[in-house]
């Protein structure tokens, strides 16, 4: 039994490495083409089928997805536009609950008020993944990748709240307004609490503990698994635990992280995250004849109809949501309008497009229980597990695949105040050289006198300032010289493939050691993404 579900694992990921890498070829969104592929390969004959269960989503897929979005989160950028992120984290996750059980309960026949919300709280949150994946490769502006991102980080948690009181009324059958809106601000706050708690413990471990490379990304891996199962313990928000805890120690890694552990860590998060993600976008296409098997009373054309009502519908409210409330507070605020910089209609509408589900909705909605409490069947189950795919399905697919052209259409540029990355790093690359020369000149006078090497240090380090402040300019410069720059990068690139070459011709003579060439040959791939980094 052990041996058949690891060899579908292995299967899976096999399979998946082979759909990215023809997404890539095709230039499709991975999230994308997985769960359309999922989907097609589900419809093959003789295909088994696949039971996604939900307590393996939220305990062994959503912990490390959350921490790893929240440990490449800029603290300054969320806090900076905190309050559009509030809106559409909170505001909009509540609204578009409020307007789908409206809307569900007097369209669905013996569809409740209750299970409307419940419904709700299951579609209402956007996918982090999807959307910046999708966004990674076309020129969206900062601030919109930074909204997106920061909103995703917390609407799971708000969205998972308003169904934890839904499935209760449903369960119980009572609902107080009063009281709900209480635990509510009590579940998200202690789960921050809990959150920073285990975080400062962590810190202290990596801090004046003996810790090494190997131990310190082990326990990075470890970390959002505590902060999660710890605040589900108690009935706290685990999503708002890992975010609040993964935010606090991405801003404090430069104090508990070495260089070694940095670099090791990186590389393994980025491994791990991307076979859970490949894993589970893979096995939303898969859940479909699960999904269909249990319709029920339903025929196949009234579950569509009413699953595309409800998916228009989740469309158009974020849509109309973001328009009013990213202006009516800079009518009414002086202080709004002197803080953020008008984001204009263009902003808004892609932020406002580019609300796709994914993986939180389909875990929610499939840890529905079976019966309720006194042992008859949950209503409406089956009908909800199929509305939230096909929410899931359209928005990925339409939503997904159209993004790219609406910001090609819409012509979005960046605003005038803001800087590329590329001119921040030559800056703050500058001053560190300035600041290194300085010290140098201070401190270490007789050391340069009678030093040669530490002599030809201070040189190169004149001659970096000199280099970068040229650079600085250009990046500051018009076409042309732009142009000169790029083939710059160029002839740099020839260069460095060049000297791979030169390497291969050692290796094959064996007059040096291979680890002496391993790191000369790992030096030349660092130099090839700063110059590949450049060229685009």
């Excluded at 999922?38 to 989503?57: F, K």
């Excluded at 199929?386 to 605003?415: A, D, H, N, R």
Aim: charged fraction near 15%.
């Amino acid at each position: 039994m052990i041996h058949e579900k690891l060899l579908l694992i292995l299967s899976l990921l096999f399979v998946v490495f082979l759909l990215v890498m023809l997404g890539e070829k095709l230039r499709i969104s991975y999230p994308i083409f997985l769960v359309v592929s999922g989907l097609v390969i589900s419809l093959i004959p003789g295909i088994p089928s696949i039971n996604l269960d939900p307590e393996l989503v939220f305990i062994i897929f959503l912990p490390p997805l959350l921490y790893e979005a929240a440990w490449y989160t800029s603290w300054n950028d969320f806090w900076k536009w905190r309050r559009p992120i509030s809106v559409l984290a909170f505001g909009l996750v509540i609204f578009t609950s409020g307007i789908v059980a409206v809307v569900a309960s007097s369209m669905i026949p013996g569809f409740t008020l209750a299970l409307g919300f419940l419904l709700g709280g299951i579609i209402s949150p956007p996918d982090a993944v999807a959307a910046t994946s999708v966004l990674k490769g076309v020129r969206a502006p900062k601030r919109v990748l930074t909204i997106l991102e920061g909103e995703s980080l917390v609407n799971d948690a708000s969205s998972l709240i308003v169904f934890r009181f839904a499935l209760a009324a449903v369960m119980s059958g009572t609902f107080v307004l009063q009281q709900a809106a209480a635990d509510f601000f009590i579940v998200t706050f202690m789960g921050v609490v809990t959150g920073l708690i285990i975080a400062h413990v962590m810190y202290a471990i990596h801090r004046w503990m003996p810790t090494n490379a190997s131990i310190d990304t082990a326990l990075t891996l470890m970390t959002p698994y505590l902060m999660y199962i710890a605040a589900e313990e108690f009935h706290y928000s685990g999503v708002m635990a890992v975010v609040s805890g993964g935010l606090f120690l991405s801003f404090r890694s430069h104090e508990i992280l070495n260089f070694r552990s940095r670099i090791q860590a990186s590389s393994v998060w980025s491994t791990v995250i991307f076979m859970l993600n490949g894993i589970v976008f893979i096995l939303i296409g898969l859940e479909l004849p699960v999904i269909v098997s249990t319709l029920g009373e339903y025929s196949m054309m009234q579950a569509i109809q009413y699953a595309l009502i409800i998916t228009a519908l989740t469309i158009i409210i974020r849509i109309l949501w973001v328009f009013p409330t990213s202006f009516i507070p800079r009518w009414l605020s002086p202080r709004i309008r002197n803080s953020e910089p008008s984001p204009g209609w263009r902003g808004i509408f892609l932020i406002g497009w580019a609300g796709m589900r994914g993986v939180v909705s389909l875990a929610s909605a499939l840890s529905i229980p079976l019966t309720l409490a006194g042992g008859e069947a949950f209503p409406q189950r089956n009908l909800i597990l199929f509305i939230t795919f096909v929410v899931i399905l359209v928005t990925l697919v339409l939503q997904g695949l159209s993004l790219p052209f609406i910001i090609k259409w819409l012509k979005i540029e960046e605003s005038q105040d803001f800087i590329s990355e590329e001119e921040q790093e030559t800056a703050v690359r500058l001053h560190m050289m300035q600041a290194a020369l300085k010290r140098l000149d201070e401190k270490y006078v007789p050391e340069l006198r009678e030093n040669e090497l530490v002599d030809n240090m201070k040189k190169q380090l004149q001659s970096n300032i000199a280099l970068f402040n040229q650079k600085l300019e250009s990046l500051e410069c018009d076409e042309t010289e732009t142009n000169e720059r790029t083939l710059y990068n160029r002839v740099l690139k020839d260069i460095i493939s060049v000297q791979r070459k030169e390497l291969q011709r050692l290796r094959k003579q064996h007059l040096f050691e291979d680890d002496v060439l391993r790191r000369q040959e790992a030096r030349l791939d660092l130099d090839e993404a700063k110059i590949s980094y450049n060229i685009r």
